[in-house]
């Protein structure tokens, strides 16, 4: 039987876990910088459900 390569899924684990940390930083380096458009964004859909009466 083939043994596992734990040093792979090591290296794959922590390849995942540096590309989200980038992420999770660059959403929140947008987020600092760009304010108003994250507020724009929340109103929209509040804009499309309007009752109308």
């Given amino acids: 039987m083939a043994h596992t390569n734990f040093k ?4 794959q684990k922590e390849l995942d ?3 989200k940390q980038d992420e999770k930083a660059l959403r929140k380096q947008q ?3 760009d304010p108003e458009a994250e507020a724009e964004a929340e ?3 509040m804009a499309d459900t309007e009752i109308t009466a």
């Fill in 8 to 11: 792979f899924q090591k290296r």
């Fill in 17 to 19: 876990r540096k590309k």
């Fill in 31 to 33: 987020k600092d910088t």
């Fill in 43 to 45: 109103d929209s859909p």
